[in-house]
């Protein structure tokens, strides 16, 4: 997708953090109609100001909630007929030793971070066929490539939309239809507001770096550094030993890292 001008943008979670980022860049490239949904009405109602020029269709929702998409879908198609991107950036964390994340948590996790997106983008999925060039655009997370200790659901739920993107990136071959996935790692956003972290990314810069991907049609976006990633792949149980001097401090950087 070379250009981003005039193209009808979806996107959940856009009211903050790396989805307000990811917004702000789009505009930036010429976007102007926004739809997002969000469960902040607050939020998502300051985007009018924030960006005055773009036209928002919002929707206070749930991504958990498989009525609450249908209904978004809904009023989406109603008022464009087609899309030309959707963007899955919603997701939430719950951190810390395994068995002591709540079980709650934990299928919130997976209601929000995999099931929710996986439902968006089946019940969106025409509306992106109803476009002559479109992109759809799934947020995972460093920890898919790298699973780090204290993570376990998080990184499982994360591994889960890698694995989605690229089974749907190829059943959709025969489509004007570009999947990419973004891969960013710990970022200065509210998510992370618990867990301080020296050299984290910034929000803004994340959001450049997908922008330039789906520009160049690349199907993965990976902020992680890549020497890590192939040695993890490539040679894991020495990447334990690396983790084994990390591990005390992720423990407790973790301990209260839950944004749900």
Do not use: C
Not at 10 to 15: A, E, F, R, V, W
Not at 143 to 170: D, N, Q
Not at 207 to 224: E, P, T, Y
Request: no cysteine.
């Amino acid at each position: 997708m070379k250009s981003l001008e005039n193209k009808k943008v979806m996107i959940s979670g856009g009211g903050s953090g790396i989805g307000h980022a990811i917004v702000t860049e789009l505009y930036k490239e010429g976007v102007k109609d926004f739809a997002v949904i969000g469960r902040s009405l607050e939020k998502l109602e300051a985007l009018k100001t924030d960006f005055p020029n773009a036209e928002f269709t919002l929707y206070s929702g749930d991504i958990a909630k498989i009525e609450d998409i249908k209904e978004f879908v809904s009023i989406v198609n109603k008022k464009w007929g087609s899309a030309d991107v959707l963007i899955n950036n919603a997701g939430v964390v719950s951190a810390g030793a395994f068995e002591k994340i709540s079980d709650d948590d934990i299928i919130t996790q997976v209601n929000i971070n995999v099931i929710g997106l996986i439902l968006m983008t089946k019940h969106a999925l025409p509306l992106l066929k109803n476009s002559k060039e479109a992109a759809l655009v799934n947020v995972s997370s460093g920890l898919a490539l790298i699973s780090m200790p204290f993570y376990a659901p998080y990184a499982a739920t994360k591994s889960a939309v890698k694995a989605f993107s690229e089974s749907i990136r190829r059943e959709l071959k025969d489509f004007p239809i570009q999947v990419t996935t973004l891969y960013p790692t710990a970022t200065d956003t509210p998510m992370m507001s618990e867990t301080k972290l020296e050299g984290m990314h910034s929000p803004e810069m994340v959001a450049q770096k997908l922008i330039a991907g789906i520009k160049n049609g690349d199907i993965d976006v990976i902020l992680s550094d890549m020497d890590n990633v192939i040695q993890n792949r490539e040679n894991p149980m020495e990447f334990d030993k690396k983790v084994e001097g990390m591990y005390d401090a992720i423990k407790k950087r973790t301990e209260k890292h839950r944004s749900m």
